[in-house]
């Protein structure tokens, strides 16, 4: 593992509980926020791991976030529109703390992180966003498990959040449960 880093999660469900749950078995110092709000002033990264209507509420509930590295595991479900004159909740969540942004960990089923670690092949995290966020975000995939796959810049957060409901409905199309994806060369079959 990497050096242990401060985490404040903001959300304690089966994404951000189970994560920081992960987090803090790798060592990490994982303080969890619930819907009481707190402060993240301590912390070197946030997670936001909320439903998305709760985010602006969520966002206003803790203080201390202005400029730290955001990793946003939102997911926009049932056609929802992110908040008003933004292109995705990312876009909006960066516009409100002012610091390096990430939108990952939402792509896969927050019920199978705990068996990440145990597979013969890192699944992946794919995640797009900010540079400054590109450190945390494969630092954190890694000490679950996983392996980050960057996506390209934040301004294809609102292309993550689209395909979320699309995942879930091949997956259950596929009738095979929970799953976790993987890029793959085809030589690595």
Do not use: C
């Not at 304690?12 to 990490?28: K, M, P």
């Not at 993550?160 to 409901?165: D, H, I, L, R, T």
């Not at 997956?171 to 449960?177: C, H, L, M, S």
Request: no cysteine; net charge negative.
């Amino acid at each position: 593992m990497s050096a242990a880093r401060k985490i404040t999660t903001i959300g304690r469900g089966t994404i951000g509980g189970t994560l920081a749950r992960l987090w803090t078995s790798a060592g990490h110092e994982v303080v969890q926020l619930g819907r009481a709000g707190g402060d993240a002033g301590d912390a070197d990264i946030v997670l936001l791991a909320v439903p998305h209507a709760a985010v602006p509420a969520a966002l206003a509930g803790v203080t201390g976030l202005e400029g730290k590295v955001i990793i946003d595991a939102t997911n926009r479900l049932d056609d929802v529109d992110p908040p008003d004159g933004f292109p995705s909740v990312a876009a909006f969540v960066k516009a409100t703390t002012g610091g390096p942004t990430a939108k990952a960990f939402n792509l896969n089923f927050g019920a199978l992180f705990d068996q990440a670690s145990a597979a013969s092949i890192p699944p992946h995290n794919l995640w797009v966003g900010d540079e400054g966020a590109r450190a945390a975000v494969e630092q954190l995939s890694r000490d679950i498990g996983m392996k980050a796959i960057h996506g390209g810049p934040l301004e294809r957060a609102a292309a993550q959040e689209a395909f979320a409901p699309m995942f879930i409905a091949a997956v259950k199309d596929a009738g095979e449960g929970l799953l976790f994806y993987r890029f793959f060369a085809p030589e690595a079959r």
